[in-house]
């Protein structure tokens, strides 16, 4: 496959390094190339949007559907040995202190996921924020559903 110059720039420009393999020979056999496993810059990771991890009602623990967006993620902060901070959030269904207590035990759950499956605990920091910073309404059941959330950014 022929990669044009400048699409080899601008991911260059956009953080990834070390992705490529050359040949004067376009087309031949490949068994004499290296490949280097992408890294991405603190920047480009720092700018990645990550999914919310959703939970149900008076749940913490990560659910079972969410869990390969997670090792996708670990797999990132293992590659280029980078930083992730978790925060916790719940819907406003309940007394505030527990609903504070709730979000930061849904973040740390995401955290010793991540701890799982290899990541370094001194590179995850989590925050809760309780009810407070909802994302949507609290007025419906899809609402709620979607303030009941783990969000995750890569830092720099």
Known sequence: MRVHRNTILALILAGVTGLFAFSAN??????NKTYYPAK????ALAAMKLKNIEFGFDKEGVP???TSELDKVAKLMIDN???????????N???????WKLSERRAKAVKAYLVSK???STRIAT??????????????????????????????
């Open 26 to 31: 376009p087309g031949r056999s490949i068994k």
């Open 118 to 120: 290899g990541c370094d």
């Open 40 to 43: 991405l810059s603190s920047t």
């Open 127 to 156: 925050t809760e924020f309780g009810e407070t910073h909802p994302i949507a309404s609290n007025k419906t059941a899809e609402g709620r559903q979607k303030n009941r959330r783990a969000e995750m950014k890569f830092a720099l």
């Open 81 to 91: 040995n980078a930083s992730i901070k978790i925060s916790g959030y719940a819907d």
């Open 93 to 99: 269904v309940g007394a505030y202190v527990y609903n």
């Open 64 to 66: 079972e559907n969410r």
